[in-house]
């Protein structure tokens, strides 16, 4: 059963400290999305890629975040420094976008079970 | 600026009973409508999910309702079971779909489902 796979599960830091947030997307997927869950804001998309290149960071704090493909089994979430505003469930989720003809497909969206962070 | 609302935050059903969970959302170019279920300490998981050229899909106990010119669209959960006890999420994308999201879901807040034995 394929799945995408975060870690850690869970991380408890320090405020000003460092964190990376990985992601393993399912194979062959080329499409990758961060979402952030809190119980004010619910879900959030933070940064989308697609084929390793990002697409959107619209909804990412650019002076502390950043995000990244590596290669195509490893997407990463980092925030430095962080903050205690920043403590929330992340989540990965991957899927694959093609084309059919001339029409583009995309597949439904599937999730990790997130990265829950607190930040002291 | 909330562009899916979700109602109500929380609802508690009897078993065997009909949940039903509302959403409303704004930009008429969203084409696509995908409802969520999430457990505690998982991901979301996709459970049903309609284009606006129909008025309903169903699957199993699962029904969508979609109203286009009331910018409207709900989940019914029938026979609900204590099993079904999670949190839902509806979600919007613009786009050309076909089967799925291009790019960014919007979701709404998420309904709290209790269903009680």
Known sequence: ????????????????????????????????FWYR????????????????????????PKDRFSAEMPDATLATLKIQPS????????????GFRSLRGHQPYNSPLHFGNGTRLTVT | QQQVKQSPQSLI?????ISIINCAYENTAFDYFPW??????????????????????????????????AKQFSLHIMDS???????????????????GSQGNLIFGKGTKLSVKP
């Open chain 2, 13 to 17: 059903v009897q078993k065997g009973g």
């Open chain 1, 83 to 94: 903050e205690p505003r920043d403590s929330a469930v992340y989540f990965c989720a991957s």
């Open chain 1, 37 to 60: 869950q809190t119980m004010m804001q619910g879900l959030e998309l933070l940064a989308y890629f697609r084929n390793r290149a990002p697409l959107d960071d619209s909804g990412m």
């Open chain 1, 1 to 32: 059963d394929a799945r995408v796979t975060q870690t850690p599960r869970h991380k408890v830091t320090e405020m000003g400290q460092e964190v990376t947030m990985r992601c393993q997307p399912i194979l062959g997927h080329n499409t990758v």
């Open chain 2, 36 to 69: 969520y279920q999430q457990f505690p300490g998982k991901g979301p998981a996709l459970l049903i999910a309609i284009r606006p050229d129909v008025s309903e899909k169903k699957e199993g106990r699962f029904t969508i309702s979609f109203n286009k010119s």
């Open chain 2, 81 to 99: 079971q204590p099993g079904d006890s999670a949190t839902y999420f509806c979600a919007a994308s613009k786009g050309i779909n076909y089967g």
